[in-house]
């Protein structure tokens, strides 16, 4: 009786063992899925909060762009601002990441947008593009508003003739940069300064220009400076005085324009120049007038 008791003592254990493995197993594989599950979860938690996030750096008033601008003058700070806003109905900008604004034509004033969202390289890009007068741009981000756009216009010191429908002419700096000129300059900018003809963007001439009209604005009262064209010609500068009715002033190719201009002003003093369609002072020692 002993053995027999003991023998299904045995295989009771042995059923209980096989039934204990069997539920950890199961317990194992609960568990294991149970944490991919919860993981999916927290992942899904994570992008909601950040989406949320994201939407509160988006539309919270603490971080609305709010532009200063400096150092422009005759392009004003209405144009820059201009340039940086576009329609809310318009899909084709309205992610653009130089965007400053949106505006509704249903609503007053424009809606500023997020600094989070603007990059200063392409705030810079976008202004280099539509205002070729900027000769520098710096554009600073200082959260969690202020955008600094800081502008340095071109200067210019005379004038050349265009083709181009609706301007007539360009106005060009140092440098031999042409740009257009602002509406409100159109007939002032051809009033005090010089017009250059045949001295064009890739022209070698432009150096000799630049000496020459350098002596004519020490030497000549600033207020008669637009009665002077120069232009180039065979590699000499002429000076026409008067604009197209005066005399031709040939200065030559080289030599020292500031002793030939000083002729020039003393030939003027006399009153006489009025009655000569040429003044030739290619040559110093042999200064001719027609």
């Known amino acids: 009786m002993a053995r ?42 994570g992008i909601f909060v950040l989406h949320s996030f994201y939407r509160f750096l988006q539309e919270s008033p603490r ?13 004003t700070d209405t144009e820059v601002l201009q340039a940086l806003t576009v329609r809310s109905d318009d899909d084709s900008d309205s992610t653009a990441p130089w965007l400053l604004f ?27 593009e539509e205002f070729p007068r900027f000769e520098k741009i710096i554009v600073s981000e200082h959260p969690p508003r202020r955008l600094k756009i800081q502008l340095k216009e071109r200067q210019p010191i005379a004038w050349r003739e265009t083709d181009r429908q609706g301007f007539y002419f360009k106005l060009v700096d140092r440098q031999n940069v042409s740009f257009y000129p602002h509406p409100q300059e159109l007939d002032r900018a051809k009033r005090n300064l010089p017009r250059v003809l045949g001295i064009e963007d890739d022209s070698s001439d432009w150096q000799r220009f630049l000496e020459v009209h350098d002596v004519f604005r020490e030497m000549f009262n600033r207020r008669v400076e637009h009665n002077y064209q120069f232009k180039g010609s065979g590699g000499s500068i002429v000076v026409t005085l008067n604009s197209s009715d005066g005399p031709e002033v040939i200065l030559g190719p080289e030599g020292d324009y500031r002793e030939k201009i000083a002729e020039l002003y003393r030939i003027m003093r006399s009153g006489e120049y009025t009655r000569y369609t040429e003044i030739d002072i290619f040559d110093l020692e042999d200064v001719r007038v027609r």
Do not use: C, M
Not at 63 to 75: A, F, K, T
Not at 118 to 126: L, Y
């Open 63 to 75: 971080y609305l762009v709010s532009p200063e601008i400096s150092g422009n003058r005759v392009i």
């Open 102 to 128: 949106l505006s509704d034509p249903d609503q007053d004033g424009d809606t500023p947008l997020s600094l989070h969202r603007i990059s200063a390289t392409a705030v810079k890009q976008r202004l280099r």
């Open 4 to 45: 027999k008791y003991d023998h299904k003592n045995r295989q009771k254990k042995t059923s209980s063992k096989g039934s204990s493995f069997n539920f950890s197993q199961f317990f194992s594989s609960y568990l294991g899925s149970l944490k991919i599950l919860l993981a999916l979860l927290l992942l899904l938690l």
